[in-house]
């Protein structure tokens, strides 16, 4: 009995993936058919890993988007609100290392950004108003030395 449960149960799972459509982007709004794509979305990669998460509201990217590597172990984390780059993004390598952190303000680069290398040590750190380069930038060697400062 249970194995006729299990097999009824992936053939259901089959036929219902079988059957969801695509996000479809035109002019800016994604639909799911002719209606503004409302809830989370979620892609896979072949092998069945997750691909990427994103959260949309009236068709509009809108929260946080997760972005996975093949093996499963997450890659980005972006922020959007009303379809704009708002809010901190994260990049992380596939060692789970974050390797880049970024800040934006109603689409525009605003706020601290960071760049680290491979091993998780800072290479970079800099700092945007309303999209215009501001502050100190500072670019750091590999022992953590400050090895060249900008002022904008």
């Known amino acids: 009995m249970k194995k006729i449960i299990l097999v009824f149960t992936l053939l259901a799972g089959f036929a219902l993936a079988g059957s969801t459509q695509e996000l479809k982007e035109s002019g800016g709004i994604y639909y799911s058919g002719a209606k503004p794509y409302t809830g989370t979305w979620t892609t896979y990669y072949k092998n069945g890993a997750k691909n990427m998460e994103a959260v949309f509201l009236k068709g509009k990217k809108n ?3 997760k972005l996975y590597f093949e093996n499963g172990m997450l890659s980005e984390i972006r922020s959007y609100k009303n379809n704009k780059m708002h809010g901190t993004w994260l ?4 060692n789970n290392i974050k390797i880049g952190e970024a800040n934006y303000k ?3 680069k605003h706020g601290k950004w960071y760049v680290w290398d491979e091993q998780g040590k800072l290479i970079y750190d800099m700092s945007y108003s309303n999209g215009k380069k501001t502050g100190k930038w500072l670019k750091y060697d590999s022992s953590g ?3 060249e400062e900008r002022d904008y």
């Open 145 to 147: 030395s400050v090895i």
């Open 91 to 94: 990049t992380f390598n596939e």
């Open 63 to 65: 929260g946080q988007s």
């Open 106 to 108: 109603n689409g525009q």
